[in-house]
Structures are given as C-alpha cells and as structure tokens.
C-alpha cells in the first residue's frame, strides 16, 4: 500500500453489518447513529422495546435497522441473537459490547445478588457475546470488535466494587482476544469513556458536591455527551484502525491525564 491510497473512504461502512447491545439510548444509541452514519446497516439488541427514537434516526440516514430484545443476564439468548443476524444480514462485521448495568452501595453493604447481577451483563455477556461472534468474523477473515471500558478500568472508584472488576476485567478481555485474533484480520478494541451524560450518570449529576469535584479534575471543564463518542466508534468500526489492536482508547477530557 502507497501513501497514495489512503482517503477518507478508510473510514467508510457502506454495507458493513453492525451489532450494538444496549444501543437504544445514552452513548449505545450515539454509537449506532454514528455507524449508520457511517454506512452501516445495524442490528440493536436491547432489554426493552423503548426503540422509536433510534429507529427514526438510524432511518433518516437511509441504512436499514432490526432491532431484536434479549435479556444478556440469560447466557441461554446470546447464540440465538448471534444467528438472527446472520439470518437477517447473513454477515457480521462489526460489534459493540455496549450494554452494561451499574449498582451503588458501600462495600461492607454490598448484596452478593447485586455483584451477580452487574458481572453477568458488564463482563460474563461481553465474553460470551464476543466469542460467539468471533467465530463468525475468524471465518469471514475480518472483523471489529470494540468494548466499552470506563475510566473505572484504570481506578477503584467508591460504591460501585462489581461494576470496577467488570470494567478492568474487560480491558483484560480486550487484550486477550486480540492477542488470539489478530492473526484472523480481527481487530479488538475498547473506548473507555469519561463522565458521560446519561442515566447511569444522573444520580452523581444531581450530587453537586460530587459534580462539582468531577468537573474540577476535568481539563475539558464539562461533562461528555454522547456526541463526543461517534466519531470514535466509527473510527474503529473502520479500516483506518486495521492495526490497532487490544488498544483501550480513553476519551475523557483529560480526566487520566490530570
């Protein structure tokens, strides 16, 4: 390859199929705008059948969309949302592992039931989710699988001890998988997000002792929107990040820098 043939058509999915879980709201929805943006065609898993905003926006960008509602706690509904893609778009090209829950409690307070519950959808359906897929992108010969990591996959963080272990256990997924596939022209990589304005974030949003002290770490001065966020799944949805790989790419403002 020249320097001559590099254009912006790198980071073209015109006809790319895309998996994105939990993609009917807060960033899983920017993402899966962004991809349709981008020239994807999008399969939406979500818990719920709240989808009519995303389906309107993945619409006006002329891509098609198919949204299919599981539950990613039962480990029993991951293959068969695998094979519904492939039923629907007979190719897999793209996934985002962007479900994930979060519960807040102290330490000496936490329920077990909860731990359970937050590693089963951050960690154990990212797993399993991606390995499924895999199978599918090893005997394509290509493939991108981006995790959703967060900046606590590099801190401790108060309150939140499962969804810390899931968030650095993921990271950990990230490497090992492109480690394994890379020699299959599979590329995995995660974007760890700042602090985002969305739901999971509303209950720290309303503290504004606590907000005040996020937004005084935050070299940007602001919290994130989703929109911070498209260009980078897009970016490595694409073949411009063909050789990146088992990267945990932190978009936060410069909150890790500060």
Known sequence: MSLRDFSLDYFNLTDKVAIVTGGNTGLGQGYAVALAKAGADLFIVTYNND??????????????????????????????????????????????????????????????????????????SVYLLSQEVARIMVAQKSGKIINICSMLSFQGGKFVPPYTASKHAVAGLTKAFANELAQYNVQINAIAPGYVETANTAPIRADEERSDEILGRIPAARWASPQDYMGIVVFLASKASDYMNGHILAVDGGWLAR
Not at 71 to 79: H, P
Not at 98 to 112: E, F, M, Q, S, W
């Open 51 to 124: 989808w009519d905003s995303t389906r309107e926006l993945i619409e006006e960008t002329g891509r098609k969309v198919y949204f299919y509602q599981a539950d990613l706690s039962d480990r029993t509904a991951i293959k068969p949302l695998v094979e519904k893609c492939v039923e629907v778009y007979g190719r897999i090209d793209v996934l985002v592992n962007n479900a994930g829950t979060i519960r807040r409690a102290p330490l000496l307070d936490y329920k077990v039931e909860d731990w359970n519950a937050v590693m089963e959808i951050n960690l154990n």
